[in-house]
């Protein structure tokens, strides 16, 4: 669905057919509110990066469109997730201070969007890929042509959801009237019932399923048992 289309049938979902009661840049701006927040709700644009591992830098640059972290491997092993917050916690020593070695753990620095792997890499790591898996955020729609949800074909089921929230986004603009409260209602209904379908379908397609850790969206996985930047 190209978004043109999206904006005649959110145009139909409020009562203004003729495209007259809103601009055309709220209409546009409702449709990539909505694609981010499809993207952030059903977590069904993952992508891949690999950054090269490089001796004694801990943080990397995280991509453009990085928006949640599911996985970050060095060496093809996964890091275990942690935060800043967490490292402070594990140990009475200086996480910073570390000596250089084989990285086990891995954060995401908001603040800096880099994401950081303890320790640092030694001369032995170095060279090697550190692969990170992530749910990205939707190119921004700049023409009617372009199509939602960065043109993914399996994607464009799930349009409607897209439609449903950007279309309940813009009669938030108007008085909030019973009728207006109950139409809202009805199109968090319509995209509740995509979005819940796009997470059935994703989650089956990966080993876990999501949970927040941080402040940022990691895989669910039993860490117990695995070594730590202190530890080894």
Known sequence: MDR????????LKIDDPDRTRFSDATYNNALDLSQQQ????????????????????????????????????????????????????????????????????????EQDN???????????????????????????????TQVLLNADTILQYYAPAVVAWAAREMLTYVPQTPEILVKRTELMKDYERYKNQAISTYN?????????????????????????AFTG
Do not use: C
């Not at 043109?4 to 145009?11: D, E, L, Q, R």
């Not at 004694?56 to 917050?85: C, I, M, N, W």
């Not at 032995?124 to 023409?143: K, Q, R």
């Open 38 to 109: 499809f993207a952030i709700d059903a977590r069904s644009i993952i992508k891949e990066t690999t950054l090269t591992a490089v001796t004694a830098q801990q943080e990397y640059a995280l991509p453009s469109d990085f928006l949640v972290s599911v996985l970050v491997r060095h060496k093809g092993l996964q890091l275990t997730p942690t935060t800043k917050l967490g490292l402070s916690f594990q140990s009475g020593q200086d996480w910073t201070a570390l000596a250089n070695g084989t990285p086990v753990m891995a954060y995401i620095d």
């Open 4 to 11: 043109i289309t999206a904006k005649g049938y959110v145009s």
């Open 114 to 144: 880099k994401l950081g792997v303890v320790p640092a890499p030694d001369a032995g790591a170095a060279g090697a890929n550190i692969v990170l898996n992530y749910v990205a955020i939707p190119s921004t729609l700049t023409s009617d």
């Open 204 to 228: 089956n397609m990966i080993d876990e399923s999501f949970r927040m850790k941080g402040g940022q969206h990691w895989q669910t996985q039993n860490t117990k048992s695995k070594s730590n």
